[in-house]
C-alpha cells in the first residue's frame, strides 16, 4: 500500500495538535481547582486514527473477458444481443447518491433504488439500462461510471450485473 508522505505528515500533526490541546486542557482544569463536583469537563470525542487513502478496486478488462466467456457457456443469454445491465454506486449520505440520479436518467438510464445496506454503514444507488456490450465497450462503460463517482465525491462505483431483458 503506497502513502502519500505529506498528507499523511498533515494529518499526523493535526492529530498530535489535537492531544496538545487536549493536555493543555486538562492541565488548566486541574489549576483552576476544578472537581467533578464543582465543575463537568466534556470528554472529547473519540479521535479515529488517519489511514492511509484506500486503493480503489476497478474492474479490469481481462475480468469482463472472462465474465463474457462464463455467460456464453453457462447461460442461454444471447450475450451479443441487448441485456439489462444494472449499475451500482455507494456511499455512506443517500443525499450524495440521489445527486447522481437525474443526470443518470438523462442519459437512459432507468433509476432502480437507492437503498441501505443491512449494516447501516453505506448505502447503494441502482439503476439499469438496456444496452448491448462486447467486453471492451463494457470497460468503456465502467471507466465512465467511475470517473462520474469521482466526480460526484462518491465513496465508489461498485461494478455491475446483468440479466437477460424481461419479456414484454
Not at 508522505?5 to 486541574?30: D, E, H, M, N, P
Amino acid at each position: 500500500m503506497l502513502l502519500d508522505r505529506g498528507k499523511t505528515v498533515i494529518r499526523v500533526q493535526r492529530l498530535f495538535s489535537f492531544y496538545v490541546v487536549v493536555l493543555a486542557l486538562v492541565v488548566w482544569t486541574a489549576s483552576c481547582g476544578a472537581t467533578a463536583e464543582s465543575e463537568v469537563v466534556q470528554k472529547p470525542e473519540a479521535v479515529q486514527q488517519p489511514r492511509a487513502p484506500e486503493k480503489k478496486t476497478v474492474i479490469t478488462l481481462d475480468q469482463l473477458e472472462d465474465m463474457f466467456a462464463n455467460m456464453r457457456s453457462k447461460s442461454n443469454w444471447n450475450v451479443d444481443g441487448e441485456l439489462l445491465w444494472g449499475y451500482f454506486f455507494t456511499d455512506p449520505d443517500p443525499k450524495k447518491l440521489e445527486r447522481l440520479v437525474e443526470p443518470l436518467t438523462r442519459s437512459g438510464y432507468l433509476f432502480g433504488s437507492i437503498y441501505e445496506t443491512d449494516d447501516k454503514h453505506t448505502h447503494f444507488l441502482h439503476v439499469e439500462k438496456v444496452e448491448k456490450h462486447t467486453p471492451q465497450t463494457l470497460h468503456d462503460r465502467n471507466t465512465e461510471l467511475y470517473r462520474l463517482a469521482e466526480e460526484y465525491g462518491l465513496e465508489s462505483y461498485d461494478g455491475m450485473d446483468v440479466g437477460p431483458v424481461a419479456a414484454n
